[in-house]
């Protein structure tokens, strides 16, 4: 079936940088865009921007400019989001999300499935 | 960016009561509006996808409607399992936003 699989809770310092992964199984990977999500505790959902596993090419939302790096490697179907100077309002459930519209169409924020989320902690 | 306001924050309703969850964007969207459940400790849910259109498995009370700036998500008869976070989402010109989510509890 269709699944993301995303990698374990880390726990960073401040001005540390966190880089979490996505693999994705039951479907041709570069195929459909990835974006990431994440959701500060007690908090609403944040969109972070997207990539394009089959260029390559990402799209970020204004807020994170300059401190997000979205990658992927095809050869092993996985998907990750670098996060650099991280503070402690980074502190956050970081998910990753395909959209169900397919590549080269523009996506179209049709969310399926979901990864299971990554806890990331920032705390001296 | 195009910024989304979605009231109410909260909601308390009772089982069998019909729920109304609104949206509005800060500028036309056309029809690109989402609609998410998210279950405590779960990651998000698409039930409504392009404002109007029922993702398959999506029981059918609930329901989505609007065009340009106001959206309005509808539970015709709340059941319990409907406890849940309710958030809006937009996509236009590349770029996603969420609304804040609705809370929705059992009175």
């Known amino acids: 079936q269709v699944q993301l699989v995303q990698s374990g809770a880390e726990v960073k310092k401040p001005g540390a940088s966190v880089k979490v992964s996505c693999k994705a199984s039951?479907?041709?990977?570069?195929?459909?865009?990835m974006h990431w999500v994440r959701q500060a505790p007690g908090q609403g959902l944040e969109w972070m921007g997207w990539?394009?596993?089959?260029?390559?090419?990402?799209n970020y939302a204004q807020k994170f400019q300059g401190r997000v790096t979205m990658t992927r490697d095809t050869s092993i179907s996985t998907a990750y989001m670098e996060l650099s100077r991280l503070r402690s309002d980074d502190t956050a459930v970081y998910y990753c999300?395909?959209?169900?519209?397919?590549?080269?169409?523009?996506?179209?924020?049709?969310?399926?499935?979901w990864g299971q989320g990554t806890l990331v902690t920032v705390s001296s | 960016d195009i910024q989304m306001t979605q009231s109410p924050s909260s909601l308390s309703a009772s089982v069998g009561d019909r729920v109304t969850i609104t949206c509005q964007a800060s500028?036309?969207?056309?029809?690109?509006l989402n609609w998410y459940q998210q279950k405590p400790g779960k990651a998000p849910k698409l039930l409504i996808y392009?404002?109007?259109n029922l993702e398959t498995g999506v029981p059918s009370r609930f329901s989505g409607s609007g065009s340009g700036t106001d959206f309005t998500f509808t539970i015709s008869s709340l059941q319990p399992e409907d406890i849940a976070t309710y958030y809006c989402?937009?996509?236009?010109?590349?770029?996603?936003?969420f609304g804040q989510g609705t809370r929705l509890e059992i009175k």
């Open positions: 999300a395909r959209d169900l519209n397919l590549v080269p169409a523009a996506p179209r924020g049709w969310f399926d499935p």
């Open positions: 392009d404002a109007s």
């Open positions: 039951g479907y041709t990977f570069t195929g459909y865009y």
């Open positions: 500028q036309d969207i056309s029809n690109y």
């Open positions: 990539i394009n596993p089959n260029s390559g090419g990402t």
């Open positions: 989402q937009q996509y236009d010109n590349l770029l996603i936003t």
